[in-house]
């Protein structure tokens, strides 16, 4: 994974930890699930930033 995306999953990796430790969820989990699934699948994610 390269640039924005980079970028944008290092965010959502540390949103979604404070998350689940605040509220008890399980986000950061699924989120690291379909990053696997994406990578498995060798799949392009597009993230705009401004």
Do not use: E, K, W
């Amino acid at each position: 994974m390269r640039y924005l995306t980079m970028d944008g999953f290092n965010a959502l990796y540390q949103s979604t930890h404070r998350v689940d430790a605040d509220c008890g969820t399980d986000y950061q989990d699924r989120f690291v699930d379909y990053m696997h699934a994406a990578q498995d699948a060798d799949l392009t994610v597009g993230i705009a930033m401004t």
